[in-house]
């Protein structure tokens, strides 16, 4: 796999805040990539400075290998993108609106017909964009994007204020195109469910700085679940598992343990049995995102 998206030290500084210090994030080929922060992070900064819309203040960018300030035109040409909200002309249909972008880029019809077809737009085609709902203002922005049948997608927030219909049939037309035309999608999201849903790779921004970059698998079992263990003599129990090193923690009649493996709960059912402390239940606490971040950052944070 080679890397399409790659920045070096990336730094985007205004006046003597700096939105983003020193980002290095890779995007490999073919993966749908999610660049994961709270409001404010400096995900569409980078982003942006990733399009060339931004001027970094530090670091560089290189995409599909070569480094962008050099080779700009090349990569636009190949490139997708979608930041912010989607831009059109309000009194012209969706297909009017799909034409001028098709002019500026110089494809041929078919791009048009196929760019509308996979974001399921082709009935409201002949329809005045000012009457669409947002969605569909939504998924329009998205055709727009892939009219040049990109190699790489760049979508920030793409969901941002859809209902969950929209949300659902966004994040799947997202995911097909990887495998149906072997896109790279680099998407951004505050929103931690969207991302475990959707990207094979994560990179997590705060404060204008990485967190983590790595598969999203990596992410959740860097963080292993907490096992809850409710048993007829929890306070024998509690006894027992300190004396084995655990820290169990009383949590009303069960008592919880961070972070074990597979063979430590299974060693730790059989030494409750072993001593005549018979367990009841025993619970995984599977982490999502939040919680990780909380790790991450040590910090409470609503993303
Ligand atoms: N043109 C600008 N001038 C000054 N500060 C800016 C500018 N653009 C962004 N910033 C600041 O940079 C920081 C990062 O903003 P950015 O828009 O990249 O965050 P974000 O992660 O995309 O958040 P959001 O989801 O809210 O858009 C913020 O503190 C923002 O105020």
């Given at each position: 796999?080679?890397?399409?998206?790659?920045?070096?030290?990336?730094?985007?500084?205004?006046?003597?805040?700096?939105?983003?210090q020193?980002?290095?994030?890779?995007?490999?080929?073919?993966?749908?990539?999610?660049?994961?922060g709270?409001?404010?992070?400096?995900?569409?900064?980078?982003?942006?400075?990733?399009?060339?819309?931004a001027?970094?203040?530090?670091?560089?960018?290189?995409?599909?290998?070569?480094?962008?300030?050099?080779?700009?035109?090349?990569?636009?040409?190949?490139?997708?993108?979608?930041?912010?909200?989607?831009?059109?002309?309000?009194?012209?249909?969706?297909?009017?609106?799909?034409?001028?972008?098709q002019?500026?880029?110089?494809?041929?019809?078919?791009?048009?017909?196929?760019?509308?077809?996979?974001?399921?737009?082709?009935?409201?085609?002949d329809?005045?964009?000012?009457?669409?709902?947002?969605?569909?203002?939504?998924?329009?922005?998205?055709?727009?994007?892939l009219?040049?049948?990109?190699?790489?997608?760049?979508?920030?927030?793409?969901?941002?204020?859809?209902?969950?219909?929209?949300?659902?049939?966004?994040?799947?037309?997202i995911?097909?195109?990887?495998?149906?035309?072997?896109?790279?999608?680099?998407?951004?999201?505050?929103?931690?469910?969207?991302?475990?849903?959707?990207?094979?790779?994560?990179?997590?921004?705060?404060?204008?700085?990485?967190?983590?970059?790595?598969?999203?698998?990596?992410?959740?079992?860097?963080?292993?679940?907490?096992?809850?263990?409710?048993?007829?003599?929890?306070?024998?129990?509690?006894?027992?598992?300190?004396?084995k090193g655990?820290?169990?923690?009383?949590?009303?009649?069960?008592?919880?343990?961070?972070?074990?493996?597979?063979?430590?709960?299974?060693?730790?059912?059989?030494?409750?049995t072993?001593?005549?402390?018979?367990?009841?239940?025993?619970?995984?606490?599977?982490?999502?995102?939040?919680?990780?971040?909380?790790?991450?950052?040590?910090?409470?944070?609503?993303?």
């Amino acid at each position: 796999m080679s890397s399409i998206v790659a920045t070096y030290n990336l730094c985007k500084r205004y006046g003597n805040t700096h939105s983003v210090q020193d980002v290095n994030l890779s995007v490999q080929e073919g993966e749908i990539y999610g660049f994961l922060g709270p409001n404010g992070a400096g995900k569409s900064t980078t982003l942006k400075m990733i399009l060339g819309l931004a001027h970094p203040t530090g670091g560089t960018v290189t995409v599909f290998g070569k480094e962008f300030a050099a080779n700009r035109r090349h990569i636009l040409r190949q490139t997708g993108s979608l930041i912010e909200s989607p831009s059109y002309y309000g009194h012209l249909t969706g297909l009017e609106n799909m034409r001028v972008v098709q002019r500026l880029r110089n494809v041929p019809d078919r791009n048009v017909s196929e760019a509308l077809a996979i974001v399921r737009l082709e009935k409201q085609k002949d329809k005045k964009t000012s009457q669409y709902s947002l969605g569909m203002k939504q998924r329009l922005g998205i055709a727009m994007a892939l009219l040049a049948s990109p190699r790489l997608l760049v979508l920030d927030e793409p969901t941002n204020g859809l209902d969950p219909a929209g949300i659902g049939e966004i994040r799947e037309l997202i995911q097909s195109l990887p495998q149906r035309y072997g896109m790279t999608v680099l998407l951004s999201s505050h929103l931690l469910s969207e991302i475990e849903q959707i990207a094979t790779s994560v990179g997590i921004i705060n404060q204008g700085k990485m967190l983590f970059q790595g598969r999203l698998d990596q992410l959740q079992n860097r963080s292993r679940p907490a096992i809850s263990i409710k048993t007829l003599k929890n306070e024998e129990a509690e006894k027992l598992l300190a004396g084995k090193g655990y820290a169990p923690a009383v949590q009303g009649d069960t008592l919880r343990l961070e972070s074990l493996t597979d063979v430590q709960v299974a060693q730790i059912n059989r030494d409750l049995t072993l001593a005549g402390i018979g367990v009841l239940r025993i619970e995984e606490h599977k982490r999502n995102l939040e919680s990780i971040f909380l790790d991450l950052t040590g910090k409470e944070h609503s993303l």
